[in-house]
Every structure is written in structure tokens, then in C-alpha cells.
């Protein structure tokens, strides 16, 4: 039973094998190694297959077997072609040089292996780390059957006993050896291939970190410090990673107006939470992040939080304006609900009005003594102030006849400021006309009404040594607004008076609604401006900050060019 002994020692030293593997590429279809990588490959395998010389199982003289036949198919199979031809090529001049009577069989094995292992190799459509142990087993036994026949290339009288001899240990012992040192091999790739995935993985990942459009972090609580902030902090936020220290870095970033809301919050969370915040960019502007956050526990037990930081300024500024919007829009359909009621009432009460001033007149030609003509004198005065009011509300209702004419903006408005001059002596007004405004179409008689009225609310609202501004100038309007896109002439009156406090804006249009004292206004003033400049298709915004003024701006459509008068006059002060 020598011959087990000397098998035993082969099987040792084909575990050289492995070290020469580790030096191999992983898998051929993943890369092809540097040339002198694999060269160094086929230099190892072979000087471990002439070591496996050293130790042969001898059957005679000049006969010997030996592991050769695993280490070259494993080799074919697993290196590749230029690798163990390399190997195969240094083993058989080692062989040719031991000489013998089996040198020939000996130098046929070598290459028979290694070429089967090639063949077997480069044939497979699946990746090597997938062979299984039971394909493995059959490798080996065809390379084996193949091996044991080229026996018969040594003479008869020593090809059959040499058969008998090694025949059934060759095919017993060495197929599941093929197999057993194969699996090793399998599972070597099989790790190098975890081993590049999982760097792929890593990398990939964090490819995806740093190509998002958000700030990935972080923090451990119990150390207090932030073990991770993605790249896109300097971007986003204009701060480099390694500048986020310590909690305090964050909170004091935060807007005031929702620091505490926010530490209340993160104070009480679960598992995971989403806050939205305003956060202090490295250049001193705001922006608006979301903020969601998942609670986790590290791997020494200590908590920690993950969370990732999406700038969403654009968002919070749709939605801050589609508010206002939405505001405006209900402020428009109350005033129209408002301005129907008032037309509808201001018809009828017209039409007894009527009636009360044609009796009162009636009864003034008559025959009266003097302290009964002064009281039908007085029933006159009152009928004629109810018929003012009348007039006024069904001009805000927008039910009075207009006549519209081309008018020059410069020069309307120039005629209207002469007039108010008288009216306004404590008063500073500065004309501003632009060259472009342009003309309009509109009611003479109303357009004066129109900047009557804002004048004198402006005259009202500035001390003695206050001013009124008041500008002309030319503006596009894109779609998207509340009035029809397209080209508008824009006045705007401007004081330096009280202003208006912002709890009363909202109300600034509704009719009868006045902050004087009583007796000093009726509240039509505006609530009628705004009637005439939405009948006449325009717009009117009121602007104004409590303690710093006020400015009105209204809107005309603007009639094409070819109406065009330029306005060469320069900036006038009275």
C-alpha cells in the first residue's frame, strides 16, 4: 500500500495549487490579467508539476504516475489557455528530460489534461464560479478515462500490466479529488466575485449619493458629531462636509421663526419623522429644505440618525404664491357678489330718489312761507346727496353708460394733477411721466374720478411736509396672471403718509368700508375706482407698510402703437 503514501504526498503539493490560483485572474469573462501576471501563473503551475515528479507512485522502471492530470485540467479549466500552455510546456521538458519508458504516455497526459481542461473551459456559457461539485466529478472522470487509455502509447508489455495497476484506484481516487480541489477553486472565485460586487455595490451607491440632488447625512447623538454628510452640502447649502461638527452647527443654521417648532418636534420622534425648515446657505440667504429622517441603532449599540435634506425653496415659493392667488381670486369674487347687490339696490333706491326730488321741486314753485321753503330746500339737498351716492354705487357696480375716448396717459394725467394743485397746497406732488406709456381707451369723466379718488386718500394719509409721487411707465403682462396677457399703461401713487395696517388691506376695496372718522367718508372712494378700472379691463394693487407709506398702482390696457403719442416732458414738481 505504498502507493497510497506517495498518492497522499502528490495530493499535498497539488494544493500549491491554490496559491498559484490566488495569482490567477478571477474569471476570464470578467478581464484578461497583465501579461506578466500570467505569465508568473504558468511559471508556478508548472514548477508545482514538476514537484509532483519528485513524489510519483513508481509501477516500474521509468513508469510512474502521479496528481499531473488534476493539476493541469484544473489549470485548463480555471486559468486559461495561455497560463497552462505556459505550465504544460515547462512540465513536459521536466518530463522529456526524466526520460524512461513512460516518458511519452507521461508528456501525452500532461497535455491531454490541460487540453481538456481548455476545451471544457472556453465551451461553458456560464461564468466558472457556477460549476457545481457533480459537473466537476464528471470533468474529472472523462479527463481520467482519456488519461488512464494513453497508457496504451507505451509498449504492450508494459502498457497492460501498468493498466491493471493504476486503472481502478486512477478512476476511483482521482475524479472526486478533480472535483474536491475544484469546489476550492469555485469557491475562491465565488468570493473574489462577492468581493468586486459588493465594491461595485459601494460604489454605485455612492455614485448615486453624490449625483442626487440632496444632502445625505449622518449624526450620532451620543458623541455628538455628524460621521457622514454627503458632497452636495457644499452645493445645495455652500458648505463643505467637513465643516457640519457638532448638533450646534445645525440649530444654529436654522430660521428663528421655526427653531423651536423644530426642536420640539425632533425631540418627541420615533422611528422616523419629516420636517421642512428654512436653513441658512453659507452666503447668508434661506433656503427651504425637507428634512426626513430615519432613527436607527449603530453596531456598538449607540442610536443613530440617517437622513437626507431635499431643497424644496422652489416648491414653498409656488405654493406661498398660489395662495395669495387663491386670495385674490376670493377678494375678486367677493367684491363682484358686492358690486351686484349694490347695483341691483342702487337701481331702486334711484328710482324713489326720483320721485322724492320731482315732489320737492314740485313743491318749491309753490306758495310757502319762508320757514316752510327752507325745509323743503333742506329735502332737496338731502334727495341730491342720495343721488350722488346713487351714482357712485351703480359706477361701482359697473351699470353706468361709459363714453370712451382715446386718451393720452402723460396728458390725462398732467390735466388731472393741475386740477388737484389747489386742493392739495400742503402737499408735494412729483410727476414722473415715461415716454412709452402709450394711450388708452377710457372714459374721460371716470379716468378723472379714478385718480381723484387715490389722491385724495393720499393727500388724507401724509403730514403737511410729506409727497405724493406719482409715475407713469409702459408694462408687459405675461400669462399667467389674473388679467389677460398682453401690453398695459401703469400709473402709480405713491405717499410717504401713515400707511395702511395689514389687518385692513383685505377689506380696502369692500364698499362702505372706511377707517375715517364718521361723517369724513362714506367708503365708496375706492370701492368705486376699483369698479371703473375693472370695467375699463384693467387692474388696481394697493401696496402699502404701516409707518411707511403707501403705493397704489393701476393698469390700463394700452392701445396699439400706432395711437402712440409720445410724451417728451420731463419730471415736474409742484
Not at 155 to 178: K, Q
Not at 451 to 460: K, S, Y
Request: glycine share 8%; hydrophobic share 40%.
Amino acid at each position: 500500500m505504498e502507493w497510497i503514501l506517495e498518492l497522499l504526498m502528490n495530493m499535498a503539493l497539488l494544493s500549491l495549487l491554490a496559491v498559484a490560483v490566488e495569482i490567477l485572474p478571477a474569471d476570464s469573462k470578467t478581464g484578461t490579467p497583465h501579461f506578466i501576471k500570467r505569465l508568473l501563473g504558468g511559471l508556478w503551475i508548472g514548477l508545482t508539476g514538476m514537484l509532483l515528479f519528485t513524489f510519483p507512485w513508481n509501477i516500474d522502471a521509468g513508469i510512474f504516475y502521479d496528481s499531473r492530470s488534476i493539476l493541469f485540467s484544473l489549470s485548463g479549466l480555471f486559468a486559461g489557455g495561455f497560463v497552462t500552455g505556459t505550465a504544460a510546456v515547462i512540465a513536459a521538458l521536466y518530463r522529456l528530460a526524466i526520460g524512461g519508458t513512460g516518458a511519452a504516455a507521461g508528456i501525452g497526459m500532461i497535455f491531454f489534461s490541460a487540453a481538456a481542461g481548455i476545451i471544457w473551459r472556453y465551451r461553458r456559457r456560464s461564468a466558472m464560479y457556477r460549476i457545481t461539485g457533480m459537473k466537476l466529478y464528471i470533468f474529472g472522470l472523462l479527463v481520467h478515462i482519456g488519461v488512464v487509455m494513453l497508457i496504451f502509447v507505451m509498449p504492450p508489455e508494459h502498457a497492460v500490466p501498468t493498466f491493471r495497476t493504476i486503472a481502478l484506484p486512477v478512476l476511483t481516487i482521482y475524479p472526486p479529488m478533480t472535483a474536491v480541489f475544484g469546489l476550492l477553486m469555485v469557491h475562491r472565485l465565488q468570493r473574489q466575485r462577492n468581493a468586486e460586487e459588493l465594491q461595485a455595490s459601494k460604489e454605485q451607491y455612492q455614485s448615486l449619493i453624490e449625483s442626487a440632488n440632496a444632502v445625505m447625512w449622518e449624526y450620532h447623538p451620543g458623541s455628538d458629531r455628524w460621521s457622514y454628510v454627503s458632497p452636495q452640502s457644499k452645493l445645495i447649502l455652500g458648505y463643505d462636509p467637513e465643516e457640519w461638527e457638532s448638533r450646534s452647527f445645525w440649530t444654529e443654521r436654522i430660521h428663528p421663526d421655526e427653531l423651536q417648532s423644530i426642536l420640539k418636534y425632533c425631540s418627541s420622534w420615533g422611528n422616523s419623522y419629516t420636517v421642512e425648515y428654512r436653513f441658512r446657505r453659507k452666503d447668508g440667504s434661506y433656503v427651504w429644505l425637507r428634512d426626513t429622517v430615519c432613527i436607527q441603532e449603530h453596531a456598538d449599540g449607540e442610536p443613530v440618525r440617517r437622513g437626507i435634506m431635499f431643497e424644496i425653496t422652489d416648491r414653498m415659493e409656488a405654493e406661498a404664491q398660489k395662495r395669495q392667488l387663491q386670495e385674490q381670486i376670493f377678494q375678486f369674487q367677493k367684491l363682484e357678489s358686492i358690486g351686484r347687490l349694490a347695483g341691483g339696490i342702487a337701481h331702486d333706491y334711484n328710482n324713489m330718489t326720483a320721485v322724492v326730488l320731482g315732489y320737492a321741486e314740485l313743491l318749491s314753485q309753490c306758495s310757502l312761507d319762508k320757514e316752510s321753503y327752507a325745509y323743503v330746500g333742506e329735502i332737496l339737498k338731502a334727495a341730491e346727496r342720495s343721488a350722488d351716492l346713487t351714482r357712485q354705487l351703480l359706477t361701482y357696480a359697473r351699470k353706468q353708460d361709459t363714453r370712451p375716448v382715446s386718451l393720452d396717459v402723460n396728458t390725462a394725467v398732467g390735466e388731472t394733477l393741475g386740477m388737484m394743485e389747489r386742493l392739495m397746497g400742503h402737499v408735494e406732488l412729483r410727476f414722473s411721466p415715461s415716454q412709452h406709456t402709450g394711450m388708452i381707451e377710457a372714459d374721460e369723466s371716470q379716468f378723472n374720478q379714478v385718480l381723484t379718488n387715490v389722491l385724495v386718500n393720499a393727500a388724507d394719509a401724509v403730514n403737511p411736509h410729506g409727497s405724493i409721487t406719482i409715475a407713469t411707465a409702459y408694462r408687459d403682462v405675461p400669462a399667467g396672471e389674473l388679467i389677460p396677457p398682453g401690453s398695459y399703461a401703469e400709473i402709480t401713487v405713491a405717499d410717504t403718509g401713515t400707511g395702511i395696517p395689514e389687518e385692513h388691506l383685505d377689506h380696502i376695496f369692500d364698499p362702505f368700508y372706511t377707517t375715517k372718522e364718521a361723517g369724513t367718508g362714506t367708503g365708496l372712494g375706492l370701492s368705486t375706482v376699483y369698479g371703473i378700472v375693472k370695467k375699463h379691463g384693467g387692474e388696481i394693487r394697493i401696496d402699502s407698510t404701516w409707518g411707511a407709506g403707501t403705493a397704489v398702482t393701476i393698469l390700463f390696457p394700452r392701445l396699439p402703437d400706432d395711437h402712440l403719442e409720445p410724451v417728451t416732458s420731463a419730471e415736474s414738481t409742484s
